[in-house]
């Protein structure tokens, strides 16, 4: 079969990430039979780099030499406009700043699709060479800190916007109603495939965390403060004081460690709330916990959710918007509100009251996934739509 189709992915990086993650099982799941892919990253190196198919070329976005000086009047443009527009997004500020630093793609392509928010957009939109532009957005624009009369100029110039999430796409629409703009949208959730999370969850880790005697919660995410972690950290020292025998793992890494540590420290959890670090393969972890939490302030659509309702796990999440196309309150799990008490509340729920919990794990097992198989057909006619 000839292949028609040129296509490159862009993303910052292929580091720990839901988007990342999505963007990898994709790229594995695409006719590469058809289409020539190429993807490519500015930082170098990710976790998810080994994942991406060999048929795939991975580039290196290109990027201006400085001398010590010129370094200099950078780092001092980004500060002035950090000073200046303390509302604004750091990715936006950044691109302002640096964008004359990256060296337009020389190769066209035939579509060329920015697959998260910020930065991946603007280089898409301003340094590739493309037939086609999109941009995917897997997060909650307004809620994730950017500012739409910064960003019009990029979006105007797309093709069209994939939102994750029904609920993401709408507050993407409500940003553009704020400047009077119209702009092509769709939804194609992010890709998960179940049978590939069913079996790494059977592999082997080299921490044990089940017990009988003491309760096991998991939660996986970046550790940053979209997750709300410090909602984690007071719901555990609730339990703490409530005399249950927990222990709360978190898996992922992210500029708030520090932070959190001190947290955990100033509330005395060091043996209870425990931060595990990136994992390679967080599937084991989650399979062996009796409880998977998700604390997230937003979710463009909320990936580890989804993969530990996979794995049968009773899951507490907070009441983010698109949580309510995941889980089925008190039916496939429990929807708390944004607060330490009501976390630990449904926590207490699980533990108290096995009854409860195995109708939970039983509606979860009954349920058939077919989402992964329903994203790959909107994708392969998203860009069979482009061929007409």
């Given at each position: 079969?000839?292949?028609?189709?040129?296509?490159?992915?862009?993303?910052?990086?292929?580091?720990?990430?839901?988007?990342?993650?999505?963007?990898?099982?994709?790229?594995?799941?695409?006719?590469?039979?058809?289409?020539?892919?190429?993807?490519?990253?500015?930082?170098?190196?990710?976790?998810f780099e080994k994942f991406v198919p060999?048929?795939?070329?991975?580039?290196?976005?290109?990027?201006?030499?400085?001398?010590?000086?010129?370094?200099?009047?950078?780092?001092?443009?980004?500060?002035?406009?950090?000073?200046?527009?303390?509302?604004?997004?750091?990715?936006?500020?950044?691109?302002?700043?640096?964008?004359?630093?990256?060296?337009?793609?020389?190769?066209?392509?035939?579509?060329?699709?920015?697959?998260?928010?910020?930065?991946?957009?603007?280089?898409?939109?301003?340094?590739?060479?493309?037939?086609?532009?999109?941009?995917?957005?897997?997060?909650?624009?307004?809620?994730?800190?950017?500012?739409?009369?910064?960003?019009?100029?990029?979006?105007?110039?797309?093709?069209?916007?994939?939102?994750?999430?029904?609920?993401?796409?709408?507050?993407?629409?409500?940003?553009?109603?704020?400047?009077?703009?119209?702009?092509?949208?769709?939804?194609?959730?992010?890709?998960?495939?179940?049978?590939?999370?069913?079996?790494?969850?059977?592999?082997?880790?080299?921490?044990?965390?089940?017990?009988?005697?003491?309760?096991?919660?998991?939660?996986?995410?970046?550790?940053?403060?979209?997750?709300?972690?410090?909602?984690?950290?007071?719901?555990?020292?609730?339990?703490?004081?409530?005399?249950?025998?927990?222990?709360?793992?978190?898996?992922?890494?992210?500029?708030?460690?520090?932070?959190?540590?001190?947290?955990?420290?100033?509330?005395?959890?060091?043996?209870?709330?425990?931060?595990?670090?990136?994992?390679?393969?967080?599937?084991?972890?989650?399979?062996?916990?009796?409880?998977?939490?998700?604390?997230?302030?937003?979710?463009?659509?909320?990936?580890?959710?989804?993969?530990?309702?996979?794995?049968?796990?009773?899951?507490?999440?907070?009441?983010?918007?698109?949580?309510?196309?995941?889980?089925?309150?008190?039916?496939?799990?429990?929807?708390t509100d944004m607060k330490p008490s009501a976390i630990s509340a449904a926590v207490?729920?699980?533990?108290?009251?096995?009854?409860?919990?195995?109708?939970?794990?039983?509606?979860?097992?009954?349920?058939?996934?077919?989402?992964?198989?329903?994203?790959?057909?909107?994708?392969?006619?998203?860009?069979?739509?482009?061929?007409?």
């Open positions: 079969m000839n292949k028609t189709k040129s296509i490159l992915f862009i993303i910052e990086s292929l580091h720990c990430g839901g988007a990342e993650k999505s963007l990898v099982t994709l790229l594995n799941n695409i006719d590469l039979t058809k289409y020539n892919v190429d993807l490519l990253i500015l930082k170098k190196g990710g976790e060999k048929e795939i070329e991975i580039k290196a976005i290109e990027v201006k030499e400085s001398n010590f000086l010129g370094k200099f009047f950078l780092k001092m443009k980004f500060f002035i406009l950090r000073k200046i527009f303390e509302n604004v997004h750091n990715a936006q500020l950044f691109w302002k700043a640096y964008s004359n630093q990256f060296i337009n793609q020389k190769e066209e392509y035939d579509i060329a699709i920015a697959y998260n928010q910020g930065f991946s957009t603007y280089y898409t939109v301003e340094k590739v060479q493309a037939n086609s532009k999109f941009a995917w957005l897997n997060t909650d624009y307004k809620k994730a800190g950017y500012t739409i009369s910064k960003d019009i100029y990029f979006y105007k110039k797309l093709n069209k916007v994939v939102c994750v999430s029904k609920e993401n796409e709408a507050s993407f629409i409500k940003e553009l109603n704020t400047v009077n703009t119209t702009i092509e949208t769709t939804v194609i959730k992010d890709i998960t495939d179940k049978k590939v999370i069913e079996k790494l969850s059977r592999e082997k880790t080299p921490e044990n965390i089940s017990n009988e005697n003491i309760t096991s919660i998991v939660t996986v995410g970046r550790l940053a403060k979209a997750k709300g972690y410090e909602l984690a950290i007071e719901a555990c020292s609730i339990l703490i004081k409530s005399k249950l025998n927990v222990k709360w793992y978190v898996i992922g890494e992210g500029p708030e460690r520090v932070n959190l540590e001190k947290l955990i420290a100033t509330y005395k959890l060091e043996e209870h709330f425990i931060l595990l670090g990136f994992k390679e393969n967080p599937y084991p972890y989650i399979k062996a916990a009796d409880i998977y939490v998700q604390t997230s302030l937003f979710e463009g659509l909320g990936l580890s959710v989804i993969e530990a309702s996979f794995l049968n796990k009773p899951i507490v999440a907070t009441n983010f918007p698109s949580v309510y196309n995941i889980i089925d309150d008190k039916k496939t799990g429990l929807i207490k729920l699980y533990i108290n009251d096995d009854e409860f919990k195995t109708t939970i794990v039983n509606n979860l097992s009954s349920i058939e996934n077919t989402d992964k198989e329903k994203s790959i057909e909107k994708i392969n006619n998203f860009i069979l739509n482009l061929e007409k």
